[in-house]
């Protein structure tokens, strides 16, 4: 017997058609004592036929968080019916509950609620009925009684927190991949799809660039420990399993992953006085405009003039705002430039094996330089290197590295 | 300062645009510290959307109850965050409430939920805080924590159980017509809009065919005491005053209004013996059956067999049924013959002021008797007369009664 927490998400429900093949795949699949909650995100294009209701109203509507919410919040409790339905039209007991009904509080924070605490017993109740519980994603109560939504990832989120709360022996999301690649499938033709992958390498995986899984229902299955089986809608057959540490048969490399990410630019602050503060001066005031900076990198330029090179990346959406925020810091300090280049992108590798396994970096940089591609910046964190190169040369670089660390057998 | 509920049903929220018109209405109207909650249905066709999509999964997806009242109650909560929006668009603070959140609580009979009670706690602290307060109609928690929809009439029954409960001063019925007229304008042209009608005389003119109110909301109003004004969505002449006791400027005429109801069938049972017992096994039967019979007359047929005639009126809907039970009874009693007539209709006058008032059966009769119609079946109530005539006289019986009781001025 286990109890498994299953999250399909809008487009595996898209259609009457589509929410009676997954129940029927579910019922199929079904050990008969096994107790299965479903986590389900609404229909298709439900949530934005919805918001362009709400459109109609006022073209920002989002200004009118806690109502968009009492809004969206019908989307999931439509599918959660209908595949209740579709279950018992096929024999077997089943009941859907709301985020609500199924004991998900949630901060207040109307739009982009942050879940504080499940209590799962009216969900346990309906399993000992021998009942699949059908639990709308994405939502939840606040403590004034108000529907919430999670925002973005929300339903990966719900299903995990539930998984979590239940004890769950596993929480599988179904998704339109078949898993974790060892790199992007579209770019890497003989990437891999990983048996399994550690909370904190798919957090680097997904902060790298890489979008099969959203950050925060990964932390979420590592609050719990809950192991994320990562798996696709269209097939039965296994995908990755996200889970604290990977067992011996998939240690074989000794990193997980390459990932890239095309959406940065480099910003270059050119002869800034090599003083104590100087760093926090420029980055305080990005921080206070909320722009997330990436690979810094500070190099002595002139030791005579005592004047130093910084160097950032940021996401290319925040780089209006930080081009204003950074001339006017390089003018108060006497900058020589500001150098903004938006053809780069990074390109990292992943593996909480790396640490200890000297001479990773130098395979990184090697295939790179063999490939004939500059390295304009490098960074690393405990289980990642990342290089900052042209934008131009990234589907060479990521095939030339993921050759060097999984060659084809 | 008053405290009002105003009910908008599905068709004067069908659109985004007529959402904002009914906000601008209600902002417009409203007297600065005029306390107000809106009761409104789901947007148009919504719910028979909705409808379509379970019947996707079964043909005849009321047999999953609950699930059905899941689906159904997002219907409104649709329309109470539009609406909700729309007011704070325009300005004025509003806040959307579910049933659940309202306080409304129903029976665990889904699809046709009765209210068992509201409590009106949440409603009270968001009209205190200045907000217009936009509840979903129809919809109500049962004991178990589950969303249930009230079945036919739901939202004016809705409107008018949350005035009660808040003791509201009154409440509003929006709806398509201009209120509760002496007669069916369709059919008479000089019919009059009443300013009042009382509770019973409106439940009577529901009973015998005036469709404008379903008789479950007038109960509700007659229960708490609460004036029920109907009125229209597209003007804003007043309408007509449902209430206890009409005032005297109102009394005028001494009936209400001229109904009358094209669906009845005649059933005749010819000569069953005239023995104690025989009215029971007839009617025992067709009660057992849940056919609901009218009109009942029994008169003496033959003093020396000692057999005498049945006759009474069934719904259309149900004569298929009462026929087949009514033949077998008569066999068991040896009757004579079942005679079954169609094509007959029921005109009926209702007023609380004809007792008392002798000699208005005498004018009703004569009117009928001076247009040349002929009268079948006579029944009385204490507020009411009606007559049953061929269903081809119809307009003709509706307005000679008019005339004689509502003369043009």
Redo the contacts between chains.
């Keep these: 017997m286990a109890l498994i927490v299953k999250k399909f998400g809008g487009s595996s429900v898209g259609s009457?058609?589509k929410?009676?093949a997954v129940a029927k795949r579910i019922i199929e699949e079904k050990n008969k004592d096994d107790k299965v909650v479903m986590v389900v995100s609404a229909m298709g294009d439900t949530t934005d036929d919805?918001i362009a209701?709400?459109k109609?109203?006022?073209k920002e509507?989002y200004q009118?968080a806690?109502?968009?919410d009492?809004?969206l919040?019908?989307g999931e409790?439509?599918s959660?019916?209908?595949l209740?339905?579709?279950f018992?039209?096929l024999g077997h007991p089943a009941?859907?509950l709301?985020g609500a009904?199924a004991g998900v509080k949630t901060n207040a924070v109307h739009t982009k609620g942050k879940i504080v605490d499940i209590n799962p017993e009216?969900i346990l109740a309906e399993l000992d009925k021998g009942q699949i519980v059908v639990v709308a994603g994405f939502q939840g109560l606040d403590m004034n009684?108000?529907p919430t939504t999670l925002g973005r990832g929300g339903s990966d989120t719900s299903a995990v927190a539930i998984a979590g709360a239940l004890k769950a022996d596993s929480c599988e999301i179904f998704t339109d991949v078949e898993g974790v690649y060892s790199s992007d499938p579209r770019v890497v033709k003989s990437a891999r799809k990983m048996k399994e992958i550690t909370y904190n390498e798919m957090l680097e995986m997904a902060r790298l660039g890489a979008g099969v899984m959203q950050p925060r229902s990964v932390e979420m299955g590592k609050y719990f420990n809950i192991p994320i089986h990562v798996r696709s809608t269209f097939t039965k057959r296994p995908g990755t399993i996200i889970r604290e540490e990977c067992t011996m048969e998939d240690k074989e490399f000794n990193i997980r992953g390459v990932a890239h990410d095309c959406d940065v630019a480099k910003v270059a602050v050119l002869g800034v006085p090599n003083n104590p503060g100087i760093a926090h001066s420029i980055f305080a005031a990005l921080a206070e405009a909320n722009v997330d900076v990436d690979m810094i990198v500070q190099s002595i330029r002139n030791i005579e003039k005592n004047v130093t090179d910084m160097v950032f990346t940021v996401a290319i959406t925040d780089l209006a705002e930080a081009k204003k925020i950074v001339d006017k810091v390089a003018d108060q300090l006497n900058a020589i430039a500001v150098l903004i280049e938006e053809d780069v992108a990074k390109v990292s590798i992943v593996g909480a094996g790396m640490f200890g396994s000297p001479g990773i970096a130098a395979r990184m940089f090697g295939a790179l330089s063999t490939a004939g591609i500059n390295i304009e910046v490098i960074s690393t964190s405990e289980i990642s290197i990342s290089c900052l190169i042209k934008n131009s040369q990234v589907k060479e670089a990521v095939n030339a590295i993921h050759a060097e660390f999984f060659p084809e057998k």
């Design positions: 009457v058609e929410i009676i919805l209701l709400a109609g109203i006022n509507p009118y806690r109502e968009m009492m809004l919040t019908t409790q439509v959660i019916s209908l209740a339905m579709a018992k039209n009941i859907s709301t009904q009216r009684g108000d």
